[in-house]
């Protein structure tokens, strides 16, 4: 699960509804009601998928403020009135949200034809993330065939009162959310929800049988046991544990050094870069990323420069060529290329998961380099 740290934090409606409900419960409890009316208000809190139980968290917002739509026209309330919809808050780069796509386009596949429409709202991350072209592009790309509201300004993500990244709301054919979710996983119980509410609409499901949903490169499921890196940005303003001797100089460009030693989810660049407040840049001449990370896979956001020319690269584990080892967006040598704004899947380790070294090389100037992250 991603979250958005721009802004204060303050807990979305929904789930101050939750904090009552539950001190409701405490009081009743406590005022000697018993456990068997507990026992069947508590799924209601924690989203059970059975309809009778599923509380009405509120009245769905409006889709207005897209900056543009994908794969369908505009769509309104009153357009999805007697659908029940899913609302997915995503971007692009976001590799939690990768990672859900495979279930939510099973979703839309299975029960498009029983009143069921899924709704993309791409909300981005970084800048690039903005562009129309940049989003028209990934949704191709991933297969994404159902409609797509464009976010750039983030005004659905605020009238849903939204955090974080990958966000499932779950609405029922009367325009209210039922059920909502964060992050990855308990993709059953949220199929299980989708049932429920086009059974309330009067829409029952074809089959007993669960949405079949799998991903492959990045796209595929983490091995969330064996992670032991965080998510890091390479940008100044939320970067951490940085080791180049010196360490970041804001918007200014410099000739940064590698450390002779560097511990666990450590990083450093090495070559001439000017960092930014989201993103590192390349200069004249080769350079290097390292980072000693611990995970199955390690992806890295990148960029092409401003002339939107390729930038070929070479990737080293543990100093040498990853082999079996080679993520998706690389070959057994190392060999790779940097062609568009996104996500790339550098490091895939197939002989087993520890702490190694990685290191990224750069044969040519400009690519810009904005965040990693592990699965």
Not at 50 to 78: C, M, Q, R, Y
Request: glycine share 10%.
């Amino acid at each position: 699960m991603h979250r958005k740290d721009e802004r204060p934090q303050r807990a979305p409606r929904h789930r101050f509804i939750a904090l009552v409900l539950s001190l409701l419960i405490s009081v009743i409890a406590a005022a000697g009601f018993g456990s068997s009316w507990l026992s069947r208000a508590a799924p209601a809190l924690e989203g059970a998928a059975d309809a009778s139980t599923l509380p009405v968290e509120g009245i769905a917002p409006k889709l207005d403020g897209a900056t543009a739509w994908l794969n369908s026209p505009p769509l309104t309330g009153a357009a999805l009135r007697g659908k029940v919809v899913l609302v997915d808050f995503w971007t692009y780069s976001c590799v939690n949200c990768l990672r859900a796509l495979p279930h939510v386009r099973a979703w839309a596949d299975k029960y498009r034809d029983q009143g069921f429409v899924v709704v993309g709202v791409h909300a981005p991350e970084f800048d690039f993330e903005k562009d129309v072209a940049n989003v028209r592009r990934a949704v191709g790309e991933l297969g994404i065939t159902y409609p797509v509201a464009v976010d750039s300004d983030m005004r659905i993500w605020r009238a849903f009162d939204n955090q974080f990244w990958p966000a499932h709301y779950f609405i029922d054919a009367q325009g209210r959310i039922r059920y909502h979710h964060f992050g990855e996983g308990h993709y059953e119980t949220s199929e299980r929800v989708i049932r429920e509410l086009l059974a309330e609409a009067g829409h029952s499901a074809t089959d007993d049988a669960f949405a079949a949903a799998t991903g492959a490169g990045v796209q595929m499921a983490p091995d969330m046991a064996q992670i032991g890196s965080p998510e890091t940005y390479v940008g100044y303003a939320r970067a951490e544990r940085f080791v180049s001797p010196g360490g970041q100089v804001r918007e200014r460009s410099r000739d940064y050094a590698l450390p002779a030693q560097w511990s666990l989810n450590q990083w450093a660049l090495g070559g001439r870069w000017t960092v930014h407040g989201e993103k590192a840049v390349l200069g004249d001449g080769g350079g290097r990323i390292l980072y000693r990370f611990h995970a199955r896979d390690l992806n890295l956001v990148l960029g092409p420069g401003r002339d939107g020319k390729p930038i070929r690269f070479r990737v080293r584990v543990d100093g040498q060529a990853p082999g079996v080892n080679h993520g998706s967006d690389v070959d057994a040598d190392g060999n790779g290329q940097v062609t568009a704004q996104r996500l790339y899947q550098l490091v895939r380790s197939s002989d087993g998961v520890r702490d190694r070294s990685f290191e990224i090389e750069f044969l040519d100037p400009g690519v810009e380099a904005f965040a990693f992250t592990f699965g």
